[in-house]
């Protein structure tokens, strides 16, 4: 994933705020919020139904310089924080090959329509 433009961001071992509700659990760390307002960054506030807090190690892909970036998880060690943006996300080496797979299927695919591709069979002169 390193050669990429979303890359892992695994913290260290810290304190951060669970919110869980009926669209999910989201994460914050609590040195940058409070409890109110990691309530209150929930997407639904109205929906959450517990605030926690718990130590663990954090983990999302984020692409440095920009402001993308996806949503914290929580793990109790740093080995399965990293496993768990492999399952989540993917590894994006293994993808390579995927998409090589699906390039060659395209180009088997237009083959198979022959001259019907580049427009000219049924064209007047």
């Keep these: 994933m390193s050669d990429n433009f979303?890359?892992?961001?695994?913290?260290?071992?810290m304190e951060w705020w669970e919110v869980d509700g009926r669209e999910g659990t989201m994460y914050f760390p609590c040195d940058e919020f409070t409890a109110q307002q990691a309530a209150e960054?929930?997407?639904?506030?109205?929906?959450?139904?517990s605030i926690t807090r718990r130590t663990g190690y954090g983990a999302r892909l984020s692409a440095p310089g920009y402001l993308d970036c996806t949503d914290?998880?929580?793990?109790?060690?740093e080995e399965e924080a990293r496993e768990t943006l492999r399952e989540l996300f993917g590894d994006d080496d293994d993808d390579d090959d995927d998409d090589d797979d699906e390039?060659?299927?395209?180009?088997?695919f237009l083959s198979s329509l022959?001259?019907?591709?580049?427009?000219?069979?049924?064209?007047?002169?």
């Design 41 to 49: 960054a929930y997407e639904f506030p109205q929906a959450i139904d």
């Design 6 to 13: 979303m890359q892992e961001q695994v913290t260290v071992l």
């Design 72 to 77: 914290w998880t929580v793990c109790d060690t």
């Design 114 to 125: 022959g001259s019907h591709v580049d427009g000219t069979e049924g064209e007047a002169e």
């Design 103 to 108: 390039s060659a299927e395209y180009d088997d």
